[in-house]
């Protein structure tokens, strides 16, 4: 295994999934700035190729390959095309989301529910069971994203911060499953940022971006880069000891 002490990342191979938009592609750049090569993960295959194509214009070199989180048989085949093409797999972004349909508890559908549960926290979890054997040859890191969602509760969206709650026991408990085995999992936990998903959360109006920032103490959203930044800092060996935390990067939303 090469050093990434200082953020090297030659030599590794990255896997990212929820890369065609925000946060996803945000990370992906970045490990492709740092030199790894990439694998972008995601339903929307058009954001995903366009997500490849930036990466390829930094003259990074990347896979881009579509895969639904909530099947098991698109998990194991963009892993297996990952190490078909690039021999290895170092870090996991399991990053893929959606967001809930504003609901109180009770009038949440039952398929709605079902919905958010399997893409938020069911398909990290099927992401993790085919990447870990991959990662336990060499070692590796695995950050999820859970959210600010993860660490209070939120009006109208029980589905939602109930899948980001459980995404942080799941990488608590996987944390230590695997971290005597070289591998450290950890989750981030993003506060409100500028992606397209927060473009329907908010309407895209400005009075909408007005009512989230409000709640923002650092007066802004935050941006995807400022996430992609601790996954990658997550990922380095400057983060070896850190196992089985939940990284709130959320401009002070949640300790208010
Ligand atoms: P985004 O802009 O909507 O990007 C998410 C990507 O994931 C989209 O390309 C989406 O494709 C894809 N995706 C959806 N379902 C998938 C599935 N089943 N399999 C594979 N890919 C799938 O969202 P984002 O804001 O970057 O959010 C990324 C993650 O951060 C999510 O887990 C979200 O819950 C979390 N998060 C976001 C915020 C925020 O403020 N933005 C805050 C806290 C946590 P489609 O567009 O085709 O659905």
Same mark, same amino acid.
């Given at each position: 295994m090469t050093t990434n002490e200082n953020g090297n990342y030659t030599g590794k191979v990255a896997f990212v999934t929820g =890369? =065609?938009? /925000?946060i996803g592609r945000a990370t992906a750049l970045a490990f492709a700035r740092k030199g790894a090569h990439v694998v972008v993960a995601d339903i929307s295959e058009q954001g995903n190729q366009e997500t490849a194509r930036m990466i390829e214009d930094l003259g990074g070199r990347v896979i881009a390959v579509k895969c639904d989180v909530t099947r098991a048989s698109d998990v194991k085949a963009a892993l297996s095309k990952t190490i078909e093409t690039f021999g290895r797999l170092d870090f996991a972004f399991n990053n893929a989301g959606v967001e809930q349909k504003n609901a109180a508890t009770a009038e949440i559908e039952e398929e709605e529910w079902d919905r958010i549960v399997n893409i938020n926290l069911r398909g990290v979890f099927l992401c993790m069971k085919y990447e870990i054997p991959l990662l336990l040859k060499q070692g590796g890191a695995i950050v999820n994203t859970s959210s600010g969602a993860g660490v209070i509760g939120i009006k109208g969206g029980a589905a939602y911060t109930a899948a980001k709650h459980g995404l942080i026991g799941l990488t608590k408990s996987a944390a230590l499953d695997y971290a005597s085995q070289n591998i450290r999992i950890n989750a981030v936990c993003p506060g409100y940022i500028d992606t397209p998903m927060m473009g329907r959360f908010t309407g895209g109006t400005d009075e909408g971006r007005a009512k989230v920032i409000a709640e923002e103490p650092i007066g802004r959203m935050g941006k995807p880069e400022e996430i992609a930044a601790a996954v990658v800092w997550l990922c380095s060996d400057a983060a070896a000891? *850190? *196992? /089985?935390h939940a990284m709130v990067i959320d401009g002070g939303q949640t300790v208010q």
């Open positions: =890369a =065609a938009n /925000g000891f *850190v *196992v /089985g």
